[in-house]
């Protein structure tokens, strides 16, 4: 087996990329990426790789010149530990169903990792930083992905686990189908949301297109998610460009603000139609019969995403329920919408959202972990 490290070459992120196709081309679970965006992540004009402090080296493993394997190995100067010390990333990991493939990937992007940046402690699979991927999904392979979701070959965890690596922390998703169901749910938090238009908040949604609203949620996005394991923060341009990827399929119906008296945005809750089949159709073009192809799958999406959700720290602080009124708002117009699913996405174990629906927790179609190695000194 040969092993290839690099840092840009395009012809080698197509066989990346060739890789990937490869691997799921029978699966039909599987959401191939766009090809063009993926490219984008692998070329000097990427936004992360113009930072200070970034690096990474990509590892490419052949056999008889055919690629059957791929890992990236990340340095973000911002990534730390919630300790504060720095942590080093693995993402981009595919892999032939084999042991001794997988064990020589991660030991180069590790040992990499260990040796020119010094790093100890490696989060796996993150693709450079939580904004842009990261989670191994686990369980529930046998239902359609979502769009946004973690996807992978149902072997990996097993080879992380074999080369080192353990469970830092897991999140779930929950399907809750049915209107008596979903109904029942909006019930549950109808008095959260009465006190919260008593408070004087007003439930209003986010325009993705004017640059003022995005500015409010940016900074209410990274005060409510401070705490929140792997968060690094990003200047307003990195924020519009990470936006972007998701503002094409947000519904203003679904993307839903709290405002105060005063005007100001103090939370936010954000879902979308599940278009994982429509994207799916495309097949990994975003040519024009491609998109063609999205918008006549998109027409027939039944489910949707509650993706995410979050307050600042003052309102938090006032213990009102506001968290549970956006659920109440944004959950409200998806049922209006006649949706007929509504899974709440990617809900870690220790978030307040996850206790919203601690009832729903045996119910959790879907598990995902992210992996830690400590390489010792």
């Known amino acids: 087996m040969g092993l290839t490290s690099y840092t840009f070459d395009r012809a080698l992120a197509n066989r990346y990329l060739d890789l990937c196709f490869e691997l799921y081309r029978r699966d039909d679970k599987w959401i191939p990426p766009l090809r063009r965006r993926v490219l984008r992540q692998f070329s000097p004009d990427f936004p992360f790789h113009r930072r200070e402090g970034n690096a990474h080296r990509h590892f490419l493993a052949t056999s008889g010149g055919d690629p059957v394997g791929h890992v990236t190995a990340i340095v973000n100067g911002r990534l730390a530990d919630l300790d504060g010390i720095a942590v080093g990333a693995v993402s981009q990991f595919e892999c032939v169903k084999d042991h001794a493939v997988a064990a020589e990937l991660l030991t180069a992007a590790t040992d990499w990792l260990r040796t ?46 074999r080369n080192g690596f353990a469970v830092r922390k897991r999140w779930n998703s929950v399907e809750i189908s049915g209107r008596a169901a979903l109904e029942r749910r909006l019930e549950d938090w109808a008095g959260d949301h009465a006190r919260a238009l008593a408070d004087g908040y007003r439930f209003a949604p986010i325009k993705v297109g004017d640059s003022e609203h995005v500015q409010a949620l940016h900074r209410v996005v990274a005060d409510s998610y401070r705490n929140f394991l792997g968060m690094t923060p990003l200047d307003p341009d990195e924020f519009r460009d990470v936006f972007a990827a998701y503002a094409e399929i947000l519904d203003p119906r679904f993307t839903i603000g709290a405002w105060s008296a005063d005007g100001a945005l103090c939370g936010f809750a954000i879902a979308y139609p599940d278009h994982a089949r429509a994207v799916q159709a495309m097949g990994g073009s975003d040519s024009v019969l491609a998109r063609i192809r999205f918008l006549l799958h998109a027409r027939t999406a039944t489910r949707a995403v509650f993706f995410m959700l979050g307050i600042t720290a003052e309102a938090s602080t006032r213990r009102r329920g506001l968290g549970r009124a956006l659920w109440h ?49």
């Open 116 to 161: 020119e940046h010094g790093r100890r402690r490696v989060w796996g699979p993150m693709q450079f930083d939580v904004w842009h991927g990261y989670r191994a999904m686990t369980r529930g392979f046998e239902t359609m992905p979502f769009f946004g979701e973690p996807y992978n070959k149902r072997y990996y965890p097993g080879l992380f686990e």
């Open 329 to 377: 708002a944004c959950l409200r117009s998806l049922v209006a919408a006649d949706f007929e699913s509504v899974i709440f996405a990617l809900l870690s174990e220790d978030s307040p959202a996850w206790q919203f629906l601690r009832d729903c927790r045996a119910e959790a179609q879907k598990e995902y972990v992210l992996f830690e190695a400590n390489l010792g000194p």
